[in-house]
């Protein structure tokens, strides 16, 4: 028995991460935007969400907070800037733990999309929930902090396990393809990774998660080689 993890897809291209643990029956909402969608969602499968974890305080990422501890009584925990949209059980910082049955999560500190940004990292999962750091074939914006962060950010994430699948905040992976081969337009995994994100999309589909080795192979924030080359992306991908 391993850890089920789905999406819940709401608002214009947010993913709400539903993770249930069959053996200790718990389960986590990961960045619930809104509550109802989510509560339902797991109505559906049978499950009760017993705490949420929000990788950053945006309210397409907390908004659901409140009203999903009112319906469940779970706890919540997240960084401190989360408690800007609602109270939390538990605040925590890359190092800290958290946990869902028997799986351990690990922090990781991600800041620049945000002051406060953490990455959930469970190694026996062989799973990772990026937030609105680290997307398909895309980074986040910098609105809180600044490209050398966002470097180190990259470079942090790209030295978990190669295997490991990534769990982002939005389905952003087509556009951010498309963005990617105006760099790299003769890097064939992306050629090759984007034709296959058209056709996707075409049939409806989520295109997550991805993974760590995915990443490093056609990410052009992952691939930069300096902070100023990330920079220099960043800012052609906001005038994309
Ligand atoms: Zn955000
Ligand atoms: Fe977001």
Known sequence: ?????????VLR???????????????????PSVAEPVLEAAAARGWTISQVWNTHWHPDHTGGNDAIRAATSCTITGP???EKVSKLDRIVAGGDRARIGGYEAELIDIPAH???????????????FTGDTLFA??????????AAQMFA??????ALPPETRVYCGHEYTLANGEFALSVEPDNAALARRVEEVRAQRAR??????????????TNPFMRAGSVEELAAR???KDAF
């Open 13 to 31: 291209d947010n993913y709400v991460w539903l993770m249930h643990d069959p053996e200790s029956g718990e389960t986590v909402a990961v960045d």
């Open 80 to 82: 401190a800037e989360a």
């Open 153 to 158: 950010n990259m470079q942090r994430l790209a």
């Open 204 to 217: 409806g589909e989520v295109t997550l998660p991805t993974t760590i080795a995915l990443e490093r192979a």
């Open 234 to 236: 960043r800012a052609a």
């Open 1 to 9: 028995m391993t850890l089920e993890i789905v999406p819940v897809p």
């Open 114 to 128: 945000t002051a406060g940004h953490v990455c959930f990292h469970l190694p026996e999962a062989q799973a990772a």
């Open 137 to 146: 074939m895309g980074c986040g914006r910098l609105f809180e902090g600044d």
